[in-house]
């Protein structure tokens, strides 16, 4: 079965700093991947997939991913950090080719500091 | 996300009585997921219906819990009797179109059992 292990619950990044988000995917196929953000009392947002099509994927709110197969890592980054993006990051993982059932990680919690 | 709207945001109760959380997709979807988040597990998906019927409830922690989903519009989550390790924030999800695992979640409910 397809999982996802998030490295650090808690990152924290001075604003204007580099947003680096870690995730590794375990799986006997390449999955498909996601990121999902979660803002304080509120449900989760996508901010972006990855369906086997490019590697490096773009989100919203200036976010990216990159797929790499021979790491099984899919971390998400952000150029510079701003303060809205505090929040709980969680990596998600589904079957290739569909599927309904996402399956996520425990979450990383995001501190921006000024 | 207006897409999905959940009742009651919050709601405290005691050990012992029936707690009802209830869903109203207001959009189109094919399937609908409900999900438990909690500090000590993270996101767990509980069950999830596709076309308004149950495909997998395999999560479904224990007999006191139970979901229906009498039409497209609407769908509850029970249970009966509370315990207090049931507390919890209790999501409830939908997938816009089959297959695509963008999963639009609704803004959740709060439960405490005393």
């Known amino acids: 079965a397809q999982s996802v292990t998030q490295l650090g619950s808690h990152v924290s990044v001075s604003e204007g700093a580099l947003v680096l988000l870690r995730c590794n995917y375990s799986?006997?196929?390449?999955?498909?991947l996601f990121w999902y953000v979660q803002y304080p009392n509120q449900g989760l947002q996508l901010l972006l997939k990855?369906?086997?099509?490019?590697?490096l994927v773009k989100g919203i709110n200036g976010f990216e991913a990159e797929f790499k197969k021979s790491e099984t890592s899919f971390h998400l980054t952000k150029p510079s950090a701003h303060m809205s993006d505090a929040a709980e990051y969680f990596c998600?993982?589904?079957?290739?080719?569909?599927?309904?059932?996402?399956?996520f990680g425990t979450g990383t919690q995001l501190k921006v500091e000024l | 996300d207006a897409g999905v709207i959940q009742s009651p945001r919050h709601e405290v109760t005691e050990m012992g009585q029936e707690v009802t959380l209830r869903c109203k997709p207001i959009?189109?979807?094919?399937?609908l997921f409900w999900y438990r988040q909690t500090m000590m597990r993270g996101l767990e998906l509980l069950i999830y219906?596709?076309?308004?019927?149950?495909?997998?409830d395999s999560g479904m922690p224990e007999d006191r819990f139970s979901a229906k989903m009498p039409n497209a519009s609407f769908s509850t989550l029970k249970i009966q009797p509370s315990e207090p390790r049931d507390s919890a924030v209790y999501f409830c999800?939908?997938?816009?179109?089959?297959?695509?695992?963008?999963?639009?979640f609704g803004a959740g409910s709060r439960l405490t059992v005393l």
């Open positions: 998600a993982v589904t079957p290739t080719g569909g599927g309904n059932k996402l399956t």
């Open positions: 999800a939908i997938d816009r179109a089959s297959g695509a695992n963008v999963l639009t």
């Open positions: 219906f596709n076309n308004n019927v149950p495909i997998d």
């Open positions: 959009s189109g979807h094919n399937s």
């Open positions: 990855y369906t086997s099509a490019a590697t």
């Open positions: 799986s006997s196929v390449p999955p498909y």
